[in-house]
């Protein structure tokens, strides 16, 4: 019978995960070939008028936001991906008890052979696979195109050997007919600098498929479910920008969640201090403490395991209402 739970829960679902999959490829696919066919260099003289605001509302340096991995890393922070991930744990959460209580199904469903913990553990395995597959679909697009993209290559000079000491200098004012105009991204990008962001994708999603089945397991009503968990979205984004644009209220970052979810920070750590985004934290200069990429996928994968185990144990207790 659980085999069967498991169909049905994936049968629902199915379209809603392949087509955030399929967006989510082909949107980082595009938003990384995009990096590689925009030369940044010619837009440095304007960013650096703009450094003191960008710093502001970034928690990576303006140097590190420049560089192609930088660039690439953005890619997570993009509204489409984080919408689109966060779409697919409200609307898999939000179907999970106060969906079928208000279409008026749950009766039917209970009335089978399966245990209420059964009837959970099949919704909450499905939203789990769903958001690991959504991350693992945007992580292939992005190395899809590293591996494919190529980027304008600057004016390389002619070079010259000096005798006897074998030595090659450039020579200044010269340009090299013989050499690529164009370069892999892959030579400056490594994919696998992605996997921990693309990891802290996963665990976003997962916090807020726990979250809205936690809201969804007590409530009747999946309109209410959805509005309370959009609100909840919208208030921890109001935060999370409040906490970098005024310097006052830095203390914020503290109450939100979005402090968790730092993909372009991870890439960070992967390039300047490798090993540090799969550790729970690491000291980057000898006086200071910083926390690792695998603190981040922790908690917010632990805060969503919790509202999973926490729904499952109301919904074992509660007394559910007539259907109307």
Not at 109 to 125: E, I, W
Not at 297 to 316: D, E, K, N, V
Request: aromatic share 12%.
């Amino acid at each position: 019978m659980t085999l069967a739970m498991l169909r049905q829960v994936w049968r629902e679902s199915r379209l809603l995960m392949l087509g955030c999959s399929i967006v989510l490829f082909i949107f980082c696919w595009i938003r990384v070939w995009l990096v590689g066919r925009i030369d940044m260099s010619r837009f440095q003289g304007i960013l650096e008028i703009l450094r003191p605001e960008f710093e502001n509302f970034s928690p990576v340096d303006f140097e590190q936001a420049l560089t192609y991995p930088g660039r690439v890393a953005f890619t997570f922070t993009e509204p489409m991906v984080v919408f689109l991930i966060v779409i697919w744990g409200i609307a898999r959460g939000s179907d999970a008890v106060s969906g079928p209580l208000g279409r008026g199904t749950m009766e039917m469903m209970l009335s089978q052979p399966v245990s209420r913990f059964r009837y959970m553990m099949c919704k909450n395995v499905i939203t789990l696979i769903g958001a690991m597959a959504i991350a693992v679909s945007a992580w292939a697009g992005m190395a899809g195109s590293i591996e494919t993209t190529t980027v304008k290559r600057e004016t390389q000079p002619i070079k010259m050997q000096i005798p006897l000491v074998k030595i090659e200098v450039e020579i200044p004012f010269t340009k090299d007919p013989n050499a690529p105009e164009r370069t892999p991204l892959s030579d400056f990008v490594d994919k696998e600098d992605m996997l921990a962001s693309a990891l802290d994708l996963m665990s976003l999603g997962i916090f807020f498929g726990g979250f809205t089945t936690l809201m969804s397991s007590w409530d009747q009503y999946r309109w209410r479910t959805i509005a309370i968990a959009t609100g909840f979205l919208i208030a921890q984004l109001l935060l999370r920008v409040m906490s970098l644009s005024v310097e006052d209220m830095a203390w914020l970052k503290y109450t939100t969640i979005f402090s968790l979810y730092e993909p372009e920070v991870l890439v960070s750590y992967a390039v300047h201090h490798r090993g540090a985004e799969w550790s729970f934290w690491f000291r980057p200069t000898p006086e200071t403490w910083k926390l690792g990429g695998l603190a981040y996928i922790s908690i917010l994968t632990g805060g969503g395991l919790a509202g999973f185990g926490l729904a499952t144990w109301i919904f074992c207790r509660r007394d559910l209402p007539a259907p109307v």
